[in-house]
T-cell receptor
């Protein structure tokens, strides 16, 4: 299995531009997570989906951020407009939630997208 | 989810056992202890998890105290590739969210 795939791996953009990050979860996994990592705040959960439905988006910083999961094999995280403080590494992770047995699930992380907003 | 406390950094000699402590004194009865690690510039990687009993897999061993207020992750024969930040996380039985703290930066020295 190729693991979680994220694209692009690096993104440099200017303030005000729209940024779209993409994630392909591991085939067969039904949960998908978006995290952001910065030196100041560490690794934070932004949002997660179960069966393509957003379950908890309380970590999304503000309305400039949006995430979608149109099908089981693809998700996007969009920032519009981007700001310099959005510069971070964004990780996508997936897992196979087994209903009540979720305690045993393992999250598999992608390689991350390094975003720099100038 | 239980708050966990870890030392910010540790050093270990290559080939020796690395013992990483974690305090989780507020952990509740149905919360599991998870360990992940993050090697530089990579995404976090699952290592092991447990509830009450000690656990062992191909990567590490997890020793949980009888009162469950603390645990130790053991890398039995540390290699240079084990240099990473190690995160101890308390997660409820039905919870899906992982709440990462600052972790322990483990450096394996040759």
């Amino acid at each position: 299995d190729a693991g979680v795939i994220q694209s692009p791996r690096h993104e440099v953009t200017e303030m005000g531009q729209e940024v779209t990050l993409r994630c392909k979860p591991i085939s067969g996994h039904n949960s998908l997570f978006w995290y952001r990592q910065t030196m100041m705040r560490g690794l934070e959960l932004l949002i997660y989906f179960n069966n393509n439905v957003p379950i908890d988006d309380s970590g999304m910083p503000e309305d400039r951020f949006s995430a979608k999961m149109p099908n089981a094999s693809f998700s996007t995280l969009k920032i519009q407009p981007s700001e310099p403080r959005d510069s971070a590494v964004y990780f996508c992770a997936s897992s196979s939630a087994r209903g009540l047995a979720v305690h045993g699930e393992t999250q598999y992380f992608g390689p991350g997208t390094r975003l720099l907003v100038l | 989810d239980a708050k966990t406390t870890q030392p910010p950094s540790m050093d270990c000699a290559e080939g020796r056992a690395a013992n990483l402590p974690c305090n989780h004194s507020t952990i509740s009865g149905n919360e599991y202890v998870y360990w992940y690690r993050q090697i530089h510039s990579q995404g976090p990687q699952y290592i092991i998890h447990g509830l009450k009993n000690n656990e062992t897999n191909e990567m590490a061993s997890l020793i949980i105290t009888e009162d469950r207020k603390s645990s130790t992750l053991i890398l039995p024969h540390a290699t240079l590739r084990d240099t990473a930040v190690y995160y101890c996380i308390g997660k409820g039985e039905r919870a899906q969210k992982l709440v990462f703290g600052q972790g322990t930066r483990l450096t394996i020295n040759p």
